[in-house]
């Protein structure tokens, strides 16, 4: 059986993940300048993962809201509290939460 999907080569999840690591640093950056180009490097981010179906790493991953998809800067348009053995992250754009464990 062939499977509709094809596969990707390693050495293109190599350079999509370079990218999406390039990306997360440039929108850390232009935040101070630009918040909505950083929104915008966080997008891209997001789509280039999903189209070679790799995971974003965890630090990633609270960097940016999952509601709205805006860049999160704790102090600055994000609250950080830790409640219950959770970190929790507060968007004051969207005025959601996002819920990370805390590992021990």
């Given at each position: 059986m062939v499977?509709?999907?094809?596969?990707?080569?390693?050495?293109?999840?190599?350079?999509?993940?370079?990218?999406?690591?390039i990306l997360f640093f440039q929108a850390d950056e232009m935040f101070s300048e630009n918040p909505e180009?950083?929104?915008?490097?966080?997008?891209?981010?997001?789509k280039i993962a999903m189209k070679f179906k790799i995971k974003l790493k965890s630090e990633y991953k609270r960097r940016f809201c999952k509601h709205c998809y805006k860049y999160l800067r704790p102090g600055v348009n994000a609250r950080v509290r830790t409640q219950n053995g959770k970190?929790?992250?507060?968007?004051?754009?969207?005025?959601?939460?996002?819920?990370?464990p805390i590992k021990r």
């Open positions: 499977s509709k999907y094809s596969k990707k080569s390693s050495e293109n999840l190599k350079i999509a993940s370079e990218r999406v690591d180009l950083s929104d915008r490097y966080v997008s891209l981010a997001r970190v929790v992250y507060s968007c004051f754009s969207c005025k959601k939460f996002s819920r990370f």
